[in-house]
């Protein structure tokens, strides 16, 4: 009696330690769900309601370029933006025949988990595509919350990376990347960025996010120089790059 006594509470605490496991599975099957799927889901919405905004007050807008002044010039209207306000789109070929995603200043994590790429402005603030010199530092999530850099390695030397405001298209073509550094490594987003191969101030693009996939233990970048600009038509055509 005794021995089936033992077996008996054996048999039951084992059944215990299974359903715990089992519940313990489904929690964590639940969390990767929210992390990889919903906060996506989330994430874009945000960001659709963002862009759907900027958009709107640009077609409400009188055309910034009507040929007088060269795009880009310090002379062409551009307000102040500060940390939260849209800027434009960012348009990369590489991850996706229609890849767009909203740029907003700041790189805060209530900003990137908004599913949009983050202008850097700190350690160093970024130097928008219109000024005269300097490196535009972007940044977004790599999985979960928008995900929108996820096929940031898929970027390689000779893409175009095309960032558009209220009157420009700025098309930079990719000169180098880092597919691995530290996350401590703040000299990638410098004015002149370290490990690019640059060796002079221009006018550059940084584009950044966590790597590898899944986890957030290292960082990679990819750089890039201005080559030209195109102004906005009526029509917002967009430049040879994305047709």
Not at 25 to 43: D, E, H, P, R
Not at 54 to 68: C, E, F, I, M, V
């Amino acid at each position: 009696m005794a021995g089936n006594r033992g077996r008996s509470r054996a048999a039951a605490a084992a059944g215990v330690v299974g359903e715990l496991l089992i519940t313990l599975g489904v929690v964590l099957g639940l969390f990767v769900a929210y992390s990889l799927w919903w906060t996506n889901v989330l994430a874009d919405r945000h960001a659709a309601t963002e862009a759907g905004q900027l958009r709107r007050q640009w077609s409400q807008q009188q055309p910034a370029t009507d040929g007088s002044k060269k795009p880009g010039d310090s002379a062409v209207r551009h307000p102040h933006f500060a940390t939260g306000d849209s800027v434009g789109f960012l348009h990369v070929p590489a991850m996706g025949k229609d890849f767009t995603v909203l740029i907003r200043m700041g790189t805060g994590t209530d900003i990137l988990n908004e599913g949009v790429a983050g202008v850097y402005q700190e350690p160093y603030a970024a130097a928008m595509p219109w000024a005269k010199v300097g490196n535009f530092a972007l940044a977004a999530h790599r999985d979960g919350h928008g995900a929108k850099f996820h096929n940031l390695d898929k970027v390689h030397k000779g893409d175009s990376v095309v960032v558009e405001t209220a009157d420009t298209w700025y098309v930079y073509r990719v000169d180098s990347s880092l597919p691995e550094t530290s996350k401590f490594n703040t000299g990638v987003v410098a004015p002149v960025p370290e490990g690019s191969g640059y060796t002079k101030p221009g006018k550059y693009i940084t584009l950044t996010t966590c790597t590898p996939v899944y986890t957030s233990r290292y960082r990679m970048a990819v750089w890039g120089t201005l080559v030209r600009t195109v102004p906005v038509d009526a029509k917002r055509t967009p430049p040879a790059e994305l047709r």
